[in-house]
């Protein structure tokens, strides 16, 4: 069938992201696939907008019967590093229903099901203007969709990741990418009196640990659950026999709707503030690496109805609101002002060996889809 060729040419395309993989590709060839994939559709409009140097974002717009409203569909185009599975991690191959390869869930199954939803909106269009997008970047500091939204009109959208078939997300958490560096100077190991950089920065990291323990985990957040802590690299220092003068900790913190970056970095300063007055040679500080706010829905309920009609019609069930513990693009476009909710098909193992999709779950995405943005255009806010 079409989507499972599509799907298959899409992992046989490498767009790992160069953000999370120095020297990776990107998606400049799965957007030139899905451009000509898309291009070949009667009634549908392509243009290439490059958001990065040789990455652009492919947006196809179908045009509506009539005057109507406008429905957006985000995707993203970018993978994770592939060095864990690069044997076969671009050889797709098919274990019944499933597709296994690299991205095959996480995203262009949801690329191949929305290029499907294209497909069948151009050949009967709905009454208002649908647009897909298919994003770069969403791996990395998500350039893609802030390009795209300075721009975008439209009254609503679905963003697509793979969190279930007929789940419709309406809030996830948000996270900080952050630095710890601590600074003392370099000294011969024998100085038995010199400042240790690294006996401070384990206190510090105590100090997270605490924060995680005393302040995010009493207070999770009623849908996506409690923000997230961990550790990612530790580096600096020269050899055994010299104390370290910098050494830098990677971590992230999650934050919840509700909740900005701000709040945690206000968090880890006082922490930082409290063991210095133990502690005055302490000269250590939080750097923000990257930023991306939590995710709450709002002003999606005509969108939300429409989903869980056109769910029900698949599938004989209506959708499921839930929240989600983890980041996607939603919440660009949801900052942006765009009612949004986040939607998808069946996979697993993402970011891991053996990633894969439901084919089966990403047949019926596509008829969601089309269903949603046909349904939607007959809702009329009453604001």
Known sequence: MRLEQLLTRLIETNSVNPWITPGAPGEGDAAALLADWLGAIDGVEVTLDEAAPGRPNVIARVKGAEAGRTLCCNVHTDTVGS?????????PRRDGDNIIGLGAADNKGQCAALAIAVERLAASPPPGEFVAVFAIDEEG???????????????????????????????????????????????????????DAGVQMAGLIAGLVEIDQT????????????????????????????????????????????????????????????????????????????????????????????????????????????????????????????PTVLVGGDGGDLHAIDEWASLSSLADLAAILDGTARRFQMLRSDA
């Open 83 to 91: 060095l864990a599975w690069e044997d076969r991690a671009f050889v």
């Open 141 to 195: 500091p998500s350039v893609g969709t802030h390009h795209l939204v300075k721009d975008l009109v439209v009254d609503a959208a679905l963003v697509l990741e793979p969190i279930g078939i007929g789940n419709a997300c309406v809030a996830h958490q948000g996270f900080g990418s952050l630095d710890l560096v601590v600074k003392a100077a370099a000294a011969h190991g024998l100085a038995d009196d010199a400042v």
């Open 215 to 338: 302040i995010l985990a009493p207070n999770p957040h009623p849908l996506v659950g409690k923000a997230f802590f961990h550790t990612s690299f530790l580096r600096g220092g020269t050899d055994y026999g010299t104390y370290p003068a910098e050494l830098t900790l990677g971590f992230e913190f999650g934050t919840v709707p509700g909740e900005t970056l701000a709040d945690r970095v206000g968090q880890i300063e006082a922490m930082i503030a409290e063991r210095r007055r133990s502690d005055p040679t302490l000269d250590a500080e939080v750097r923000v690496a990257l930023d991306n706010e939590p995710f709450q829905a709002a002003g999606h309920e005509e969108l939300l109805t429409a989903f869980s009609g056109a769910t029900e019609g698949v599938t004989g069930r209506a959708a499921t609101t839930m929240g989600f513990n983890s980041w996607t693009d939603a919440a660009v476009m949801q900052t942006a002002g765009i």
